[in-house]
């Protein structure tokens, strides 16, 4: 006769020790992720909340010095503050901590960046000089008077320059060395007016206005240095021709999408390989300022006559739609898409800041006269640049 046994494993006070003590430490463990959880609800929560309220005063909060001359402008970069003027640039935190310094003689120093990049140019000069995060890349001079620079997100430079009726359209990498360029003649078919790069510099389109016919047409060419364009007659990939049009305004959005800004209407094109008109929004009003990011691109326009608020702000998203627009009375000198995507309005002594939920966000006046207006991470936060101090401030 078989014997059956069955044998059972008894817990032993250090099993049932080991037990307790992983069963609470998943029970802290859960706690901790669910007060982490509530914690970032709320934060977010009161982000939003503040971002849907409306201010009218702010105080200063913590300030550091900054140029004391009006001759001094403004850009952000990579986080931090750059101010330049006629004879250098300097990179700061907005806490005031230098980052880099750099020297350079221009009389009309501009700024354009993308990215990693910023190039600050002498607009009627031959003078250019790219940075980075770090401070100096390279020092370019060219042989022409300079119209227009743009950088890509790699360091290339693409130029429009003058002599005369001859217009020179060139590349560079960030090194200097020229990688492709062309000739325009603006007795013969028209001269350049802006040039945008891809972020990767692949692809450049070049805006040409003709007004040899007794009235004002514009040609869009685009140009691919890649595998597309090396079997293409000067890498030409396509044109795209408006009558009695005028397109002053072209950037890339990414690498295959391509933004036309005209008098009366907004293009968007892609680019994958040959580009394609994607859409066309026209602007019915008369357009007095635009403004673009890589994400949205915005225009300011006369209202109705009706209405008490004179001016209309509208701005839309890359497929077109309209991601915000509002009223304003304001007589501002600058309009901007800020770091954190909201629309600023300014004069030396008033500031209106516009979020992409169509609320106006923050309207009044300025104790002193401003320079210009940064975003400072927190939804209420912001840098005012005004003369000889860089002011921290929060709205209330």
Not at 370 to 385: A, C, D, Q
Request: net charge positive.
């Amino acid at each position: 006769m078989a014997i059956k046994s069955e044998f059972k494993r008894i817990e032993t006070n250090e099993d049932i020790i080991e037990k307790k003590v992983r069963e609470h430490k998943n029970k802290i463990f859960r706690r901790i992720v669910a007060i982490a959880l509530v914690i970032t609800c709320c934060i977010i929560l009161f982000e939003l909340l503040s971002s849907m309220r409306s201010y009218s005063k702010y105080t200063v909060v913590d300030y550091s010095k900054c140029s004391d001359t009006g001759a001094a402008k403004y850009e952000s970069f990579k986080g931090n503050i750059v101010e330049y003027s006629n004879d250098g640039a300097n990179c700061k935190t907005s806490s005031g901590d230098l980052v880099w310094n750099q020297a350079y003689t221009m009389t009309t120093p501009v700024v354009t960046k993308c990215k990693d990049y910023m190039a600050i140019y002498d607009k009627g000069g031959t003078k250019i000089v790219l940075l980075n995060e770090g401070g100096l890349v390279e020092n370019l001079d060219t042989t022409k008077p300079i119209q227009k620079v743009k950088v890509a997100a790699q360091g290339s430079i693409a130029i429009i320059q003058k002599s005369g009726t001859e217009y020179d359209v060139k590349l560079y990498d960030k090194k200097g060395k020229e990688l492709a360029g062309g000739e325009y003649h603006g007795n013969r078919g028209g001269f350049p007016i802006d040039i945008a790069i891809s972020m990767d510099a692949k692809k450049m389109a070049v805006s040409l206005i003709d007004i040899n016919k007794g009235k004002v047409d514009t040609t869009l060419n685009f140009y691919n240095f890649d595998t597309v364009g090396q079997n293409k007659i000067d890498n030409n990939v396509g044109s795209f021709s408006y009558n009695n049009t005028v397109v002053p305004e072209i950037y890339y959005s990414s690498n295959n999408s391509m933004v036309a800004i005209a008098d009366n209407a907004i293009y968007q094109f892609s680019e994958t390989d040959t580009p394609k008109l994607k859409r066309k929004i026209e602007i019915k009003e008369n357009i007095r300022s635009v403004f673009y990011n890589e994400k949205y691109v915005g225009v300011v326009t006369e209202n109705n006559a009706e209405k008490s608020e004179k001016k209309h702000i509208v701005v839309y998203d890359k497929n077109g739609k309209i991601a915000m627009e509002n009223n304003t009375s304001l007589a501002y000198d600058t309009v901007e898409i800020l770091d954190n995507n909201e629309i600023c309005l300014k004069n030396n002594s008033e500031c209106e800041i516009y979020t992409m939920y169509s609320i106006r966000k923050f309207k009044g006046k300025f104790d002193q006269e401003i320079y210009k207006v940064f975003t400072r991470g927190s939804s209420r936060k912001y840098v005012f640049i005004a003369k000889g101090e860089m002011q921290e401030v929060k709205l209330y």
